[in-house]
């Protein structure tokens, strides 16, 4: 019977302060208002069509509707449009392993964690805590009581709760900058993905053209091994002279030279891609160590609109919702110059002997109402005003930047593609004809028909052509990947939103 008389009066005690409360925070919530500007997307002026998306090279394939769909979308992961089984290896291991993926993974971790943080300040704050006590007071402090009587005990327990009533939306504005930079936390880290699948696949399609570049020069070294060979056989039947032989020394040794600095091109490229794939430099040698021909260029590749692309491409999503925060945060500085409403509540119990520590009369509440306004310091508060409106007015130039660099990367990234593929159907006619070249100059020398000079003249054209005819090949590939990476298309799955984020990421 005791224990239920001692639940009841607790229980009274909070239905009675709860009754005092609630008719108080209502009156106050009806009134609520936000403060400071709402964040609406920024209106950019964008042309209708790329000025570069028309070049033959980039537009010339079958036209059809379902292509171009799918291209624009760049289908769910663009480097498997290349066939090159390592490369999508490569890209798997890279969005697993890669370290700085797992750095921006932290970060935005810990603004979803900042978020929730946030979140809290919407509902009341609660605590309780318990107290017990054994004192005894000096005879100075108690003259003329006995020692016995100085001894004292006190036992008490209670819940408090404190309430900020959030009348000018400082409270809700936190949260929505704070949804907003988890957001642009997310879209970074979208951004980095780009950033390091661009970096895998450009780096690999370096590699295997460094391997093709290796190969012409090995290629050449023997040819032109031969023709040393051929020339200090004249040399011995008397129809050559020394000076023809030391000419024909001198450009194999001139040819053989490439091969050591294009080796070490290559095992650079090898270190790279291991890293990048979260291993250590030696790691893929093996693997990578045999030569592959470059990747496909792929049929078709279009390049939308701008107004597309600032849909799609990350760094821009990040810009917006960074603006979004600092527009937000306006209002939580503007917020202070309204006076700040705390409510406050305490129910517990106070008792000199633990056994009575819940009777009835041993129960104790508070409800307080806390105003904080600093009125006086107003010149503090509108400082913070002004330094806000200056980090919106940045941010705002920031996006507004960071739209222009896109278009500049797509335009140019169009123009390069293009001339790439151009330069590169010139350089591989090259290659043939100057490779045509150097077997007839081989022919007519061997025949008397001509002399040295025009094999030794030949066979540097081949070289050439064919080292020019490998590097535009790369480029023309590294272009078309650097394509895909300024039109964000063909990019991975993005990470998962948390459920606060999500909002705020809805346009």
Not at 253 to 276: C, D, F, G, K, Y
Request: proline share 4%.
């Amino acid at each position: 019977m005791v224990s239920t008389m001692r639940d009841f009066s607790v229980a009274r005690g909070f239905r009675g302060a709860a009754m005092t409360l609630f008719p108080s925070a209502l009156a106050l919530a009806l009134a609520a208002c936000t403060v400071g500007p709402e964040h609406v997307r920024p209106t950019v002026a964008t042309p209708a069509q790329f000025a570069r998306a028309q070049a033959p090279a980039v537009a010339a394939a079958a036209d059809t509707q379902s292509a171009d769909i799918a291209l624009r979308e760049a289908d769910a992961e663009f480097w498997r449009g290349f066939d090159d089984p390592q490369l999508t290896w490569l890209v798997d291991e890279a969005l697993a392993a890669n370290h700085d993926l797992r750095i921006a993974v932290s970060r935005y971790d810990r603004a979803n964690a900042l978020l929730r943080e946030a979140k809290f300040d919407r509902f009341p704050t609660v605590t309780a805590n318990a107290e017990a006590s054994d004192a005894r007071s000096s005879a100075d402090q108690a003259p003329g009581v006995a020692r016995g009587d100085r001894d004292g005990e006190s036992y008490g327990a209670n819940v408090s709760a404190t309430w900020e009533l959030d009348l000018f939306g400082r409270v809700r504005r936190n949260v929505e900058a704070n949804r907003a930079d988890a957001a642009a936390s997310a879209a970074d880290l979208e951004a980095l993905q780009v950033a390091i699948v661009g970096e895998v696949a450009r780096t690999y399609v370096e590699l295997r053209g460094l391997q093709e570049r290796l190969r012409v020069a090995r290629d050449n070294t023997g040819n032109q091994r031969d023709t040393l060979r051929l020339v200090e056989a004249r040399l011995d039947a008397g129809r050559d002279t020394e000076f023809d032989t030391s000419r024909a020394r001198a450009q194999l040794e001139t040819t053989s030279a490439r091969i050591p600095a294009l080796e070490a091109q290559v095992a650079v490229a090898m270190h790279r891609l291991a890293v990048l794939v979260g291993q250590t430099p030696d790691a893929l040698i093996a693997e990578l160590d045999p030569q592959k021909p470059l990747p496909a260029l792929p049929a078709r590749m279009d390049a939308g609109t701008p107004g597309e692309l600032l849909r799609r491409r990350p760094d821009i999503a990040a810009a917006e919702y960074r603006l979004h925060s600092a527009t937000a945060r306006i209002g939580v500085a503007t917020a202070d110059l309204f006076p700040r409403f705390t409510l406050g509540g305490l129910i517990g119990s106070q008792a000199i002997d633990s056994s009575a520590l819940f009777e009835r009369n041993s129960e104790t509440r508070l409800v307080a109402l806390g105003i904080d306004w600093s009125f006086l310091d107003i010149g503090r508060v509108r400082a913070r005003i002004a330094a806000a409106d200056a980090d919106a007015a940045g941010e705002l130039a920031r996006y507004q930047q960071t739209v222009l660099l896109a278009l500049e990367d797509t335009e140019n990234a169009l123009v390069r593609y293009a001339k790439a593929r151009v330069e590169d159907q010139h350089l591989e006619r090259a290659a043939v004809d100057s490779a045509r070249a150097a077997q007839l100059a081989r022919v007519r020398y061997e025949a008397g028909a001509s002399g040295l000079l025009e094999v030794l003249d030949a066979e540097r054209t081949q070289l050439q052509a064919q080292e020019a005819f490998a590097d535009a090949r790369t480029r023309s590939v590294a272009g078309a990947v650097a394509l895909y990476k300024a039109l964000a298309g063909g990019w991975p799955q993005r990470p998962p939103l948390r459920e606060d984020v999500a909002d705020a990421r809805t346009p």
